[in-house]
């Protein structure tokens, strides 16, 4: 898809500030500084649009992202960030929740898992939360160019494994420097979007 439109429409912590345009909604999931906002602007060829930091945490809200006034990408706080104090977690934790189990305009869940290194006990916990309440996401394996081809593939079998999909081809190997998988995000965004 050429992205020619994109622009920020909210950064949303209630139900009463998402947009109701009722366009279709792509959600990104992950832990904090696993790279869903530098995905975003690699995916619609920006180099900031969503904000981006090397400080885990930055995300502390439910970005909102319209493309080509077809749909948004909805950037949320990332999981398991241990610098936020425990009621600030729980906070983004229950406007997670809500926005997952009552937004009738999701159409897709990307969750981002960091390639070079298991899922962590926090990805665990989001994928089998979201399969129980039949939300099941796309895993996108971030940081790709940072790991061996060799290990790559070693590295789609592991995730693959230890969330116990059907098949490693549920798994998308993404980097924002060489553009891996970049096409395959798309096809699949296409898809739901058609």
Known sequence: MKVSKAEIVISA???????????????????????????????IERRSLART????????????YR?????????????????????????????????????????MIFQLIDS??????DDLLMYEWLVHYGLNPMIIGTKADKISKTNQKKSISRIAKLLNLRSSREVILFSAETKLGKEEVWEHI???LD
Do not use: C
Request: charged share 30%; hydrophobic share 30%.
């Open 13 to 43: 912590v209630a139900e009463a500030q998402y947009p109701d345009d009722n366009l279709p909604e792509i959600v990104l999931l992950g832990r904090s500084n696993v790279g869903k906002s530098t995905f975003v602007n690699t995916l």
């Open 53 to 64: 930091s090397s400080q885990p945490g930055k995300t502390q809200t439910m970005n909102f």
């Open 67 to 107: 493309i080509n006034d077809l749909f948004h990408f909805v950037d949320m706080p990332g999981y398991g960030y241990a610098k936020a104090s425990k009621t600030e977690r729980e906070k983004w934790g229950k406007m997670i929740e809500k926005y997952l189990r009552n937004r009738e305009n999701v159409a």
């Open 116 to 121: 070079r290194h298991d899922p962590s006990e």
């Open 190 to 192: 296409e898809k739901v």
